[in-house]
C-alpha cells in the first residue's frame, strides 16, 4: 500500500497524520460543546447532575446538526453568499485604503 504525502514547508507528512489532525480538532469541539451545553443548564438548574458519558454525544450531535443546517440548499447558499460577499468588500476596502494611504 503506498501513502499519500501532502507537501508541507517543512518537509512531507502522511495523509494519514492529518487526517487524525483533524479528527482531534473535531473531537475537541464536539468535547468543549458538550461541555459548555451542560454547565450552561447545570448554571440554570443546579441541583441537575449529568452523567460523564453525555458529553461527548451532545457535542457531536451539536457539530452534526450545524452541519446539517449549513448544508441545507437555501440557508447554505445563503451563507455561503454572505462570506463570499463579506470577502470582497473587505478586500476592496483594503484596496482603497491602500489608494488613498490611509492604513
Not at 507528512?13 to 473535531?26: G, R, Y
Not at 475537541?28 to 447532575?49: E, W
Not at 453525555?54 to 452541519?67: A, H, N, R
Request: with cysteine; net charge positive; hydrophobic share 60%.
Amino acid at each position: 500500500m503506498t501513502t499519500l504525502f501532502v507537501p508541507e514547508t517543512t518537509g512531507l507528512k502522511p495523509l494519514n497524520e492529518i487526517l487524525h489532525s483533524v479528527l482531534t480538532f473535531i473531537y475537541f469541539l464536539a468535547h468543549q460543546i458538550g461541555l459548555g451545553i451542560i454547565k450552561a443548564v447545570q448554571a440554570i438548574i443546579p441541583s441537575l447532575v449529568f452523567p460523564s458519558n453525555i458529553v461527548d454525544p451532545l457535542g457531536f450531535l451539536v457539530i452534526l446538526t450545524l452541519f446539517m443546517v449549513l448544508v441545507s440548499v437555501e440557508l447554505g447558499k445563503k451563507i455561503a453568499w454572505i462570506i463570499i460577499c463579506a470577502g470582497w468588500i473587505l478586500l476592496l476596502i483594503r484596496i482603497l485604503m491602500i489608494i488613498f494611504k490611509i492604513g
